[in-house]
Every structure is written in C-alpha cells, then in structure tokens.
C-alpha cells in the first residue's frame, strides 16, 4: 500500500495540478482486490476507485480525456503555479 500525501502532478517548464489539502491517495496492490488493507479501507467507509495517475496529469495539464474517465477526479485537484 502507498499513500501519496500532498500529490502535484505536473509538466516540465509549465502547469501545475495538486491534490485538494487534506485528502491522501491511497493506492492498495492485489490481484484481486481483497488484500487486508483494501478490507481495512471498506471498513472505515473508503469506496475504491479505478485511477491512473499518469492518465489523470494528461488530462489536467495538457488535453481533457474525451471519455470522461478522469472527470470525477477533475474536481479534487486545483491548479498551482
């Protein structure tokens, strides 16, 4: 499990995206989605989530995903400089 704390995504010599203050990314690894620590989180009420952080900088900083994928996780970054 890594939790990203004060996450900024950002291109080289231009903008900037940084994840809203207070909030952690927490990425779990299984191959199924049960490892105690995804059971951990569904018991404290977290609701997992498919996300490439990779996929989620391209559209903030240079071209919106037409798909849409990325949409719901638009609104809990905020532009920096």
Do not use: N
């Amino acid at each position: 499990m890594t939790c990203d704390l004060g996450l900024r995504l950002e291109r080289l010599h231009g903008p900037a995206a940084a994840l809203d203050a207070g909030l952690v990314l927490i990425e779990t690894k299984s191959q199924d989605g049960r490892s105690r620590a995804d059971e951990a989180l569904a018991r404290l009420g977290a609701e997992p989530r498919s996300m490439s952080k990779y996929r989620t900088a391209v559209d903030l900083l240079i071209e919106r995903d037409r798909s849409g994928g990325t949409a719901p996780l638009r609104r809990h970054f905020e532009s920096v400089g």
